[in-house]
């Protein structure tokens, strides 16, 4: 539960702007997770998020290292990816991780943050399924070969 909220707060606040802990709180609920403005407080200093100022004023929530992310975070998106994953297979130019059930949303959000890249052109995340689909095989290929990295 934690780390699927954890990677749905960086993907709202990647494509977001998000200025207060109430707003995150709300956007939260919007996307199913039941959250407090405590649990949030707690999950912004553990994601060790910052504020930057936004485009027209104000200010925003960031990762530490901007829009790039940090190594930190990275690492606890690869964690994310580890506990969540339990299979990856590939045909053709399609992925599909097997996950936990439930976890398929979080790991979808860690792919996108870790390496989302031109290669993946698209994803789709179910309860317990996440397909990836690649512009080619040999693109299939590498990310399993990292998946399968990351899973052992």
């Not at 299979?87 to 979808?108: C, H, R």
């Not at 870790?114 to 693109?139: F, P, Q, W, Y």
């Amino acid at each position: 539960m934690k780390y699927g909220r954890h990677a749905k707060i960086l993907e709202i606040i990647r494509k977001d702007i998000v200025e207060t802990q109430e707003e995150l709180v709300a956007a939260l609920r919007r996307e199913g997770y039941d959250a407090t403005q405590a649990t949030v407080s707690r999950d912004i200093r553990e994601l060790r998020l910052i504020k930057v100022a936004a485009p027209g004023g104000g200010y925003r929530y960031a990762t530490s290292a901007g829009e790039t992310g940090s190594s930190d975070t990275e690492s606890r998106l690869n964690i994310i990816l580890g506990e969540s994953m339990t299979e990856i297979d590939y045909a053709l130019n399609q992925v599909v991780v097997k996950t936990l059930p439930g976890m398929a949303n979080a790991a979808a959000a860690a792919v996108d943050s870790c390496i989302a890249n031109h290669s993946i052109v698209g994803s789709i995340a179910g309860d317990d399924t996440l397909l990836l689909i690649m512009r080619d095989e040999k693109e299939a290929v590498k990310l399993v070969s990292y998946l399968n990295r990351i899973l052992k």
